[in-house]
């Protein structure tokens, strides 16, 4: 399906997006790199703005996955495995050289835009009806990805 005349396009929406976020700061995308030589680790591989389930970068969109701050190892007890499991896991962001605290993303995925242009899906975003769509939560239904940004975008706005 093509655009409706009133709806502007994919790209339109992204450009006035990155343009709002502009003095937003933007956060780490990390990935994970193994060694056979070094502790597991998650290294620096970029940057996007968080607006919800998209990462939003300079000349990608990215879906959203695991959201940690990095935190330097620490040897203490835990309460439950996943306490555990939580804080290796900012460990290896720590020891892929990220700062104390700071947050990165890991496990995202590169979101077709090309496909989503064209009338079709990729990740939580679609083209419902000639309007570019998202699905905020998996068990939610899909709404314009106008009306997402423009709320998501407030959001982080008042949060500075």
Do not use: C
Not at 32 to 39: F, G, M, N, P, Q
Not at 128 to 142: E, K
């Amino acid at each position: 399906m093509t655009p409706s005349a009133s709806a502007p396009t994919l790209g339109a929406l992204l450009d006035a997006a990155r343009a709002a976020l502009r003095d937003v700061p933007q956060e780490a995308l990390g990935r994970e790199k193994l060694s056979r030589w070094r502790a597991p680790r998650i290294v620096r591989s970029g940057s996007a703005w968080h607006v919800g389930v998209l990462l939003i970068a300079d000349d990608a969109v990215f879906a959203t996955a695991e959201v940690l701050r990095a935190a330097a190892p620490v040897r203490r007890g835990y309460a439950a495995e996943s306490a555990r499991a939580r804080a290796e896991r900012r460990a290896e962001a720590s020891r892929g050289g990220f700062r104390e605290g700071e947050t990165v993303h890991v496990g995202w995925s590169r979101i077709d835009l090309d496909a989503v242009a064209a009338g079709g899906s990729s990740g939580p975003l679609a083209v419902v009806d000639g309007v570019p769509s998202v699905r905020w939560s998996p068990a939610a239904g899909l709404m314009s990805l106008e009306t997402y940004l423009n709320e998501r975008i407030a959001l982080l706005r008042q949060g500075q």
